[in-house]
């Protein structure tokens, strides 16, 4: 999980932070907000939520129709320019593409942040059965940029179980955890047991808990230091009826693109 660098009080620019927060409130949940509404998201008054807004509309990053306002495609933008400069991403998609094309499955590696987990790089798209032909995997958000809660996922759970011990209890303290699908953990106690599981096998497997139709494996992507920089996963149609089969079947390939990427992170 990144780790915001300290700042002194007098170097932090407010406006800056509160414009942040406002282009930050507009999500999957919320893609369309108004002044009302901003302002509850980003924790700020509706005038200053206004002003925000509108300043954000005449720089090109909103769109608004004089009532709603929403994200306009100048903020591709930040996500562009981070998947084309950004060392990780471009160290990892090779590998990804690699075990697409070979495994004719849907792969994804990811990185923490806060509540949860970013795709920063991507495979694409999984097969069918029949030979070169290729089909996208339904499974909601997993393009470029998605982020997904962590409680829920495969990779969520596998950084999770990768912090400190610290990190992590400061992490779950006090939680909720939202119910995505039937089958997803909600309560603290449990979550807390399958990350200690997650911790001592290294790998972590979930099923149906962020959507249904869709279960994943993942596994750290460790630095020469041993830290855990990102999880990688494969992503599976349907739910998982033989846990032992689909770790048999899924692990080694994760792993030992795992091995390889090491020495380059």
């Not at 807004?53 to 994200?71: I, K, Q, V």
């Not at 495969?154 to 400061?170: E, F, N, P, V």
């Not at 596994?219 to 020469?224: E, K, M, S, Y």
Request: with cysteine.
């Amino acid at each position: 999980m990144q780790t915001l660098p300290p700042i002194a009080p007098a170097d932090l620019i407010a406006g800056m932070a509160k414009g942040m927060a406002v282009l930050e409130s507009f999500d999957t949940e919320r893609q369309r907000l108004n002044v009302t509404l901003a302002a509850q998201r980003a924790g700020l008054s509706r005038a200053a939520a206004r002003r925000h807004l509108l300043t954000l509309a005449h720089l090109g990053y909103l769109e608004s129709d004089g009532n709603y306002f929403w994200l306009s495609p100048r903020v591709l933008r930040f996500s562009g320019s981070y998947l084309s400069s950004a060392r990780l991403p471009r160290v990892l998609q090779p590998t990804l593409s690699r075990l697409a094309l070979q495994t004719r499955a849907s792969f994804s590696a990811v990185v923490l942040d806060g509540d949860e987990v970013v795709i920063v790089a991507n495979s694409g798209h999984g097969f069918d059965g029949a030979p070169g032909t290729a089909t996208r995997m339904l499974a909601y958000g997993l393009h470029l940029g998605a982020r997904l809660p962590a409680h829920a996922t495969s990779t969520g759970r596998m950084l999770l179980a990768c912090l400190g011990a610290a990190q992590c209890r400061d992490w779950l303290r006090g939680r909720e955890l939202p119910r995505l699908t039937a089958h997803t953990i909600t309560r603290v106690a449990q979550l807390r047991q399958v990350l200690e599981r997650a911790r001592r096998e290294d790998h972590c497997l979930a099923s149906e808990e962020h959507e249904l139709g869709v279960h994943a494996v993942a596994v750290p992507l460790r630095n020469q230091q041993g830290q855990a920089l990102a999880a990688l996963n494969v992503v599976l149609p349907g739910a998982c009826p033989d846990a032992a089969r689909t770790l048999a079947q899924w692990l080694p390939p994760l792993q030992q693109a795992a091995r390889e990427l090491r020495p380059l992170l």
